[in-house]
């Protein structure tokens, strides 16, 4: 994650207005949500008066900010990250990874990975595994530019114009909750240069669109129709825990199921 970090220390004041600006709050919605005085929130703002990190944790959470966002907030007061100064013991880290498999695992024989938030692959079950391959995925460790890129995933995907501008709205969706994620930004721009990108996020919309987008696809002349869900860690105060997700694909009719159950075995 590459995160606006080097910040100087003055950088707070400006950050605090910019993102009270965002959320549409005077500051005195701010103070009040914050247990603090209006007049303190001016001062921290213009500079006048510096935060203590107890003060900046209440602004974060009043401005209901990111974790990696409010990282961001506590370097630009000229305190550490608090991702990275987080106690995590092992057994917290095993039982994460230990669920996210399980999760997977319990998924068969569907589709099911693990991902960050700008969809960078971090596991997959044998089921996803083996669904791209014969979908035509090429492995890329993104899965957005394996999907947005020209070839055979991409021409199996017979909705691809639909799928390409959902999912590129919930890319952009994700970078406008993190002004300061330069990962983000470029990946925007980067699948927006792949051929055909732009005219797809172009596209007017279906005057009245279907409630759940499915993804359609075609395998060796089957019509295979699945749509997503889309599990985050709840509650996490830790921005790589913030990252989390867990994608996993479902079959939107029989045809579909039959298909998947007669794929694997």
Known sequence: MTLLMNRPQDAFGPLLKSWRNRRHV???DLAMDAGMSQRHISFLETGRSSPSRYAVRQICEALEMPAAEQDVMLV???????SSTASWSADVRAAVDISIDHVLAGHEPYPAVSIDRIWNLQKAN???LAFFAVAGGTGQPNLLRDVFSPGRLRNNIRNW????RALFRLLDLEVARRPHDEDGKNLLEDLKSLPGVADAIAERPQEHPAPVLSIEFLIDGTELKLF???ATVGMSM????????????LPANEQTRQWFASFRS
């Open 161 to 164: 114009s639909e799928v390409t």
């Open 126 to 128: 044998e089921g996803a």
């Open 76 to 82: 630009s007061a000229g305190f550490a990250p608090r």
């Open 238 to 249: 830790d921005a790589n825990l913030d990252d989390l997700r867990i994608e996993t694909l």
């Open 26 to 28: 005077s500051q005195l």
């Open 228 to 230: 997503s869900l889309i």
